[in-house]
Nanobody, 126 residues
Framework: QGQLVESGGGLVQAGGSLRLSCTAS????????MGWFRQAPGKEREGVAG????????LYADSVQGRVTISRDNAKNTLYLQMNSLKPEDTGMYYC???????????????????WGQGTQVTVSS
């Protein structure tokens, strides 16, 4: 079973940018599709972006389309989420996740994911 560790969160003003990272260990990283999710207080966890094992296919939530880019470096076992033009409604705990092998599906449905990191907090002030 693999381990996922997120980093890069913080406090940023509206309109600013952040780059989140997720480092994976204990799994063959390029065998797995990956996803980023977020959860605000009192709200359900929602999918933000997903990416295929090779990185050739990506999927974004409508709420972040055009402002967010998901990418991966399979040589470094690392997943990224570049977030630009941040809004206060982007505030939440951000998680990276993957599913049980073989997990090739690019999806934003959190029910399809089995392994989660501990999360990194993103706070956007107005």
């Amino acid at each position: 079973q693999g381990q996922l560790v997120e980093s890069g969160g913080g406090l940023v003003q509206a309109g600013g940018s952040l780059r989140l990272s997720c480092t994976a260990s204990g799994l063959t990283f390029d065998d797995y599709a990956m996803g980023w999710f977020r959860q605000a207080p009192g709200k359900e966890r929602e999918g933000v972006a997903g990416i295929s094992p090779s990185g050739s296919r990506t999927l974004y939530a409508d709420s972040v389309q055009g402002r967010v880019t998901i990418s991966r470096d399979n040589a470094k076992n690392t997943l990224y989420l570049q977030m630009n033009s941040l809004k206060p409604e982007d505030t939440g705990m951000y998680y990276c996740a993957t599913g049980r092998w073989p997990f090739k599906t690019v999806t934003l449905d959190p029910r399809r994911y089995a392994y989660w990191g501990q999360g990194t907090q993103v706070t956007v002030s107005s």
